[in-house]
């Protein structure tokens, strides 16, 4: 059973880098037909989804957070992580890892299927 | 704001059946399908419905979702205490080419 676990530091100061790994277990994250993502929640919002990346490399971001995130895989430590730049207290929330698995033949469909706990970080100085 | 609507809370008691909604746009739920998600606190969230109605393995078949047009719902029937939870509903959206959510339904069992 493949399992996702989160881990950086709790507590961030404004205007530097929030940094959180994501570590995998339980299965590979080079298998084909699955996305490897970020999801943060705002107290009392709906989750957020930060972006994406494949075990290829390819990654896709939110729009409203380009230019300050950046997502990497590392398929030898069965990884990936998140970098969110100059954050403030707007960055401050629930951050998870999940799997999205691509299924379907003619016609694509996505889920996520595989979650993380999820780590609080807060930007306070 | 959340793209896709929820109602912010919803409310049985044991063994009645539930329904939450969850209301999108042509770009989101109108072109793509409906997964739900369940949210306890202190846990991973946990996938319950995928693709409008499909649910994975070791979910209960008392949840249920179905999909028309630009709505989605789920249904809970014979509801459990063990149900009270937050629930999700999700679905890609071309316009961002990710997933969107609702903002959530917070589901008190009585």
């Known amino acids: 059973q493949v399992r996702l676990q989160e881990s950086g530091p709790g507590l961030v100061k404004p205007s530097q880098t929030l940094s959180l790994t994501c570590t995998v277990s339980g299965g590979s994250i080079s298998s084909g037909g699955y996305y490897w993502n970020w999801i943060r929640q705002h107290p009392g919002k709906g989750p957020e989804w930060i972006g994406y990346i494949h075990h290829n490399g390819n990654t896709w971001h939110n729009p409203s957070l380009k230019g300050r995130l950046l997502i990497s895989i590392d398929t030898s430590k069965s990884q990936f992580s998140l970098r969110l730049s100059s954050v403030t207290a707007a960055d401050t929330a629930v951050y998870y890892c999940?799997?999205?698995?691509?299924?379907?033949?003619?016609?694509?469909?996505?889920?996520?299927?595989?979650w993380g706990r999820g780590t609080t970080v807060t930007v306070s100085s | 704001q959340s793209v896709v609507t929820q109602p912010p809370s919803a409310s049985g008691t044991p063994g009645q059946r539930v329904t939450i909604s969850c209301s999108g746009h042509r770009s989101n739920v109108g072109s793509n399908t409906v997964n739900w998600y369940q949210l306890l606190p202190g846990t991973a969230p946990q996938l319950l419905i995928y693709s409008n109605n499909q649910r994975p393995s070791g979910v209960p078949d008392r949840f249920s979702g179905s999909k028309s047009g630009t709505s989605a719902s789920l249904a809970i029937s014979g509801l459990q205490s063990e149900d009270e939870a937050e629930y999700y509903c999700e679905a890609w959206d071309d316009s961002v080419n990710g997933p969107v959510f609702g903002g959530g339904t917070k589901l008190t069992v009585l």
């Open positions: 999940a799997r999205i698995t691509e299924a379907g033949t003619h016609s694509y469909y996505y889920y996520m299927d595989v």
